[in-house]
């Protein structure tokens, strides 16, 4: 992506924002234990319009921190073209998760982790704030969403 040229409007950023979310298969996922000790993965995602949902091991440590602090920071993007959605989490198990969103799931990653013999969790993600830009020349408009309010 070429970085040239005048900023994006915040409306831009916004249909930019939910064109990646329809788009983009992987995102990274930061959690933090409760003694504070961080972790950081990518996970395949699925977006429904309002939420993000991933799945993962329960007993390891995104679930865990996930389903115990129930916040997260997830992010796209490198240094040029940064895309960070701060969310609150709820947990589902295999059984408890909507059928549409874990079909919607498969349908986007072509794996179904309620099929695995190893139990796997379902999060869904609610966007609390959401930031993006490109570049420095954007950060001064970067705030998107905040208290889980777009602001365009």
Request: aromatic share 10%; hydrophobic share 40%; charged share 30%.
């Amino acid at each position: 992506m070429t970085n040239t040229g005048l900023p994006r409007t915040p409306d831009q950023r916004r249909r930019d924002v939910l064109e990646r979310l329809e788009r983009e298969l992987d995102v990274w996922v930061a959690t933090a234990d409760p003694e504070g000790v961080p972790c950081m993965v990518a996970l395949w995602f699925v977006w429904d319009g309002q939420a993000l949902w991933v799945s993962t091991r329960g007993t390891n440590p995104t679930g865990r921190n996930l389903r115990e602090g129930g916040r997260t920071r997830l992010a796209f993007g490198d240094t040029q073209d940064v895309v960070l959605i701060d969310g609150e989490a709820e947990s589902f198990t295999a059984s408890e998760v909507p059928d549409a969103a874990a079909e919607a799931f498969r349908a986007k990653t072509g794996w179904d982790p309620r099929t695995e013999r190893a139990a796997y969790a379902f999060f869904r993600v609610r966007p609390r704030a959401v930031q993006a830009w490109h570049g420095v020349r954007e950060l001064p408009q970067r705030h998107l969403m905040k208290d889980g309010r777009w602001l365009v």
